[in-house]
């Protein structure tokens, strides 16, 4: 039995997968603020989804910067500078856990709970913008596991300042933190409120609505042009918009391609896909890693 | 003995490379115009190359899209629309070459002429933009053979209009077509000129360079960002004009990551690299392609 562990900024979702892949268990629980209740949550996790059978492979996902050894940085919003997390767990429960970062994590589960597709582009719409890219079941990390973080790419020089410092980059204008700020009145889902207000009219909403759009439609298209993943697959916080983020999306798309024989024979629009409704797809990805250094195949 | 062969707009260079991987000849020839004429380059530079050496393996390098089984489309500045390279090779010289895009050739070319590198991009700023990707000596096509097409990812909004139809895409500020276009003035070396004429001072020649140095950095930054490779190679011969491109294209670089801890941990100006001077790394990639339908790792 392999145990995927999803650590968000609000909640720690765990399954339980067994030999034929299934989830046969899950918890759900808050995420604990700092490294020891992190870990707190992560052990009682663990114990809650294998009840009394025998301890198997752990993956975790994790926000923020992974080692291949399972050092965590900057996991910023769970209050984590630096921890030793594969230690720290293995320590607790007695199994090394293999530890990932979170959307790459994802990006291997969307993978396996979507009809086969050699490659593919997990872009995780949330706080922030990034992207995990699979081929082959495998995770891409990249020379330094900042594959996917096209976050601060910047689609426009005239665009919103980034506290990154560059002007208009994606997570600026299409990641909740950016929207949030540029919308500036406080509320829980600043997005959908965006929208809300932009479908009453409101122009700010509106216009925050068209850049968000446009890009993530830069997004995918980067995706594409750079990787060329077979899909891109939608996830996070923003992404639960559904159609009313993925139809203008698409239009933009469609759009761009109107003009180029090239940019048309990508059908960048027909690449898009949701995430699949309801899978835990992060908890099991990191399943899926689990007991494996470099990323196991879709399947087990 | 393996052949390889670059078929560029105006020459085709061959080399014969041993079984050491040292080019032991060379041929280099006008490029014909129309399929006929590029097959005929092609044949009788192997020839030239083999000599009374008994043919081996043959690769090609060739603008435009290139199926895994060779057939050729939209090599426009060859004046080919489509045909089946490697079966019409064959029919001629009794060996069917493999075929490659001559930008992914170039880049399996520059990982073998370069210290070991696990990654790579090869990014060929010529008349167009475009880049190729290399991991393990392997070259990367992507799903639908679109890896590393990044000169029509729009990098502003507002900026000159791209023959794509969208605004700002990167080959249009950095490519030399796209800089000839916005000059103006009939020149056999654009690029060069405008970059002579903005150190004399012209504003439209210092706007036009500005454009293709922001442009240039945004494309390493977008090959970095999404595929993190290890080395960014610039070629073709936008590239030629040696640290006038490159110089400000570090700088560029430096103020976008001097804003940002994540930017800067990547040190994107310092992979940058230049294309192994005098190096015909697209002949040597086609060669190190040759008899293996999905590439081969650097070194023979």
């Given at each position: 039995m392999r145990v995927g562990i999803d650590v968000g900024g609000t909640k720690t979702l765990a399954v339980a997968v067994d030999d034929g892949g299934r989830v046969v268990a899950t918890d759900r629980r808050?995420?604990?603020?700092?490294?020891?209740?992190?870990?707190?949550?992560?052990?009682?996790?663990v114990h809650a989804v294998l009840g009394d059978a025998?301890?198997?492979?752990?993956?975790?996902?994790?926000?923020?910067?992974?080692?291949?050894?399972?050092?965590?940085?900057?996991?910023?919003n769970l209050g984590i500078g630096s921890v030793d997390l594969?230690?720290?767990?293995?320590?607790?429960?007695?199994?090394?856990?293999?530890?990932?970062?979170?959307?790459?994590?994802?990006?291997?589960?969307?993978?396996?709970?979507?009809?086969?597709?050699?490659?593919?582009?997990?872009?995780?719409?949330?706080?922030?913008v990034a992207a995990g890219i699979v081929r082959g079941g495998m995770p891409w990390r990249g020379a330094r596991g900042a594959a996917g973080e096209i976050g601060h790419l910047s689609?426009?020089?005239?665009?919103?300042?980034?506290?990154?410092?560059?002007?208009?980059?994606?997570?600026?204008?299409?990641?909740?933190?950016?929207?949030?700020?540029?919308?500036?009145?406080?509320?829980?889902?600043?997005?959908?409120?965006?929208?809300?207000?932009?479908?009453?009219?409101?122009?700010?909403?509106?216009s925050l609505r068209a850049d968000l759009v446009r890009g993530v439609a830069a997004a995918v298209q980067a995706l594409v042009?750079?990787?060329?993943?077979?899909?891109?697959?939608?996830?996070?916080g923003v992404s639960r918009l559904g159609e009313r983020v993925f139809a203008p999306v698409r239009t933009a798309l469609r759009a761009a391609a109107s003009g180029s024989a090239f940019l048309?024979?990508?059908?960048?629009?027909?690449?898009?896909?949701?995430?699949?409704?309801?899978?835990?797809?992060?908890?099991v990805g990191a399943a899926l890693l689990a007991g494996s250094p470099v990323g196991v195949a879709p399947g087990l």
């Open positions: 808050a995420t604990g603020r700092g490294a020891e209740a992190v870990v707190d949550g992560i052990c009682a996790a025998p301890p198997g492979p752990v993956g975790v996902g994790m926000p923020g910067q992974v080692s291949p050894g399972g050092v965590v940085r900057h996991a910023l594969a230690e720290a767990v293995a320590a607790r429960i007695g199994v090394r856990p293999v530890v990932e970062n979170d959307v790459r994590a994802a990006a291997v589960g969307a993978a396996a709970l979507l009809p086969a597709t050699d490659s593919l582009a997990y872009l995780n719409l949330g706080t922030g689609v426009d020089p005239a665009g919103p300042v980034c506290p990154c410092g560059q002007r208009g980059c994606i997570e600026a204008v299409a990641g909740g933190a950016g929207v949030a700020a540029r919308w500036g009145k406080p509320s829980p889902l600043p997005v959908a409120e965006v929208f809300d207000c932009a479908d009453a009219g409101d122009p700010l909403a509106r042009l750079t990787a060329d993943v077979e899909l891109v697959v939608l996830g996070g048309a024979s990508l059908d960048l629009a027909e690449r898009l896909a949701p995430v699949p409704a309801g899978e835990p797809v992060g908890a």
